[in-house]
């Protein structure tokens, strides 16, 4: 067994990457265990909320090296075609999860954190440490295991996590494309059963992704029957996918979405990042929250190192109290604003309000985001 880390974490997405480098660059031992090979392309918008930027940018990871699309207005239609246009109040960024990966998976390396290609397949916490198992490398040991292993992986079974005995319907496809879409521009458009997000990430590329109920998806044969009889309804989808091209043989799939509560600390792993829960991603806000738990966990286990947290127990519950003063309200939110526009007649009349009064849509985005994240200089 190799010798006892500080921090294992656990999934090197958005989330473990962030903590993997706040937390080696103060100077603490982290491996960053990762079942699959970096760079790979994930299911998701792909679109991220500004408030992020200042913390990346102390971290040393700033993602305009990347040279991201800018993104400052947001239209939105219901099923109809019903569509309203508005300035983002913070504005984000169009970047692939290709791309950021790689580049915050290479900062923490530079940093000096190892990173291990493994799958974690047990974590069991006895004598004040956790042990970790995997699939290649044995057993490690370590003082803290922060779980940032995304949405929902075996290991949340292995872990008899609560959260996987609610129903998870939720079935998301992504897929970039070559065409014509406006610059600065997140478009959410809705269908029966679910909604579409478009925008531009690098080099001119246009992202399409969307979310959709199984119940409705599974009465056509594949997705792109789905596409045209569901999606292609919406005019402004139809004109979309008419006028791009795919660039990916075929789209990406993941299934069994879940947006039930989960722990945020379990079994003394801090859970971070989807692991600890997921907002809706009509919000556009699930990587910002991401990036901003891996960054509320890392403080704490640095002030736990530092001397000023006397316990783990406090420290885990000041993570948990945390956590839900910040995402809370973001999270419940979302689950309205996903419900009004799920429903027909309902998204029909918000849309009928918002095209009436503009100036709501702003106020609406703000309740499912932060601020810009705060850091010491
Ligand atoms: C359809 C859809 C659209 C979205 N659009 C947006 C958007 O536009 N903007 C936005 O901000 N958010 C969006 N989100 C949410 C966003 O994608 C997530 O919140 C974000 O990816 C969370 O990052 P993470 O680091 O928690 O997890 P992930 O990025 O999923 O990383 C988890 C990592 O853990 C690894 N892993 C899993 N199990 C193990 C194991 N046992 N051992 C080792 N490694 C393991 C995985 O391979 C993965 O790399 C969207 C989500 C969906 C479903």
Redesign the pocket.
Known sequence: MQPVSDVIV????????TSAIHLSRAGLHVIV????QFPRH????????NEVLPYLQWLGADPAVLQPAQIDRVSISAVTGKMVETPLPMGGFGIS?YAL?QFLMEQAVNNGCELLE????DIVFEHNRFIVSTADHGMLTARFVFG????R???DQQLDRSFLKERSPWL?I?GHYRGSFPDGL?ALHNFRGGYC?V?KVENEIINI???VSYDTFKQFKNIDTHRQEVLHRNKHLQQIFENSEPLFERPLT?SQ?SFAEKEKVDRHILM????AG??H?LC???????IHSAKIASEQVLQFFEGNIPSRSILENNYTKAWKKEFGKRIGAGKILSALFRKDRLSAAVMKGLVLFPALLPVIIKQTHGRPLKVNS
């Open positions: 656990v999934g090197g997405g958005l989330a473990g990457l265990v990762e079942k699959h994930k299911v998701c918008g792909e679109y991220i909320s999860r990966d493994d799958t974690v397949t940032a292993y995304g949405k992986a075996a290991l998301a992504k997140v997000g925008s992704c969307y979310l993941i979405v971070t990042g989807d692991t997921l907002i991603p556009g806000n699930g990587m910002a929250m991401a």
